[in-house]
């Protein structure tokens, strides 16, 4: 891939006025990609969410509904 900058010339770019604006009706030319800004990355794990935090969230889940209709049955 050949980097490209990012801002048109206005000189070569159709469409544009002297300055850099687009008159009435134009439409301005796209803007520069830059798909090399952010590092890259290396590991990224295609898995869901491990078994633990899955069974933590369950129990917390079990005993808050245990909790409320055993409150609900005090009433």
Not at 40 to 51: D, F, L, Q, R, V
Not at 52 to 62: E, M, R
């Amino acid at each position: 891939m050949t980097e490209q900058n990012p801002d048109p010339d206005p000189r070569r770019t159709p469409g544009l006025e002297p300055g850099g604006g687009v008159p009435p009706g134009e439409t301005p030319p796209a803007e520069g990609s830059t798909p090399w800004a952010g590092p890259e990355e290396t590991y990224n794990p295609a898995k869901g969410w491990s078994k633990g935090p899955l069974i933590a969230i369950g129990i917390v889940v079990v005993l808050i509904a245990v909790f409320f209709i055993a409150y609900a049955l005090m009433l």
